[in-house]
């Protein structure tokens, strides 16, 4: 099966890792990700005001462009899957947004009503593959390793619209780190916002807001932490003080454990 994939800007530069293992992992599990072509940046931020059309315009022609291929678009980062699940949402169920976006692309030939499914990678693990598929596919289980899951805030909510898992009591990264293997590690912060988008009014925020997500894992007993949001992973390690966890990429640990990861 082929997904248009969206990878966003920072997976081409500093989140690399997490686009190239994610690619190699899907065709091992019977995907493919097909990048969608001349993709412009989401904003990296959903914006709140109602008569704000323009930055909702990129997220638009991309799903525009796998409606057109009559495909399903996939996209990995957190605040990827965060801006334009919600923009496709908008142009669902708001009369204002849609009229406005659809008069913006009509120069360019472009009319979109909501009609493509958005989803996260994570989502193809577990209601198309199967976690007992990813199982079977399993060459090298990190038997042993305890690992929490940090699902952030983006992931998550609001919960209505993103609807990938309860905001609240998240499962779904925890069945993936059972997939593959190791033992997921229950903390009280795992769906707790990192403090990321606050830096420039008061670092202090997103530092106490880390190193207190970090300390509560690693009372709890977790090896390391995984994620799918490359910012949440920079703001924990840049803000990380005294913590020796470190933060992962989820599809990093995939091709480990389907032993296509290089070795170090």
Known sequence: MTYSYFPGCTLKNKASDLDKYARISAEALGFTLEEITDWQCCGGEYPLGTNEVASKLPSVRALANARDKGQDLVTLCSACYNVIKQTNDAVQND????????????????????????????????????????????????????????????????????????????????????????????????????????????????????????????????????????????NLIKNKGDSKLDVIYFTELLAEALGLKEAK
């Open 95 to 234: 009369e204002n947004t849609s009229f406005k976006v659809n008069n913006y692309l009509k120069e360019d030939g472009i009319e979109y009503h909501g009609e493509t499914k958005v989803l996260h990678y994570l989502e193809i693990l577990r209601d198309v593959v199967g976690w007992d598929n990813v199982k079977k596919a399993v060459k090298n289980p990190l038997t042993g390793k305890k690992i929490g899951a940090y699902y952030g805030c983006l992931l998550l909510r609001p919960g209505k619209v993103l609807q990938l898992d309860d905001a609240e009591n998240p499962q779904l990264i925890e069945d993936f780190i059972k997939a593959i293997g190791a033992t997921p590690v229950i903390y009280a912060q795992r769906n707790e916002c990192c403090g990321a988008y606050t830096m420039f009014e008061d670092e202090s925020i997103p530092k106490n807001r880390s190193q207190k997500i970090l300390a509560n894992a690693e009372e709890m007993g977790a090896d390391f932490l995984v994620t799918s949001c490359p910012l949440c992973r920079y």
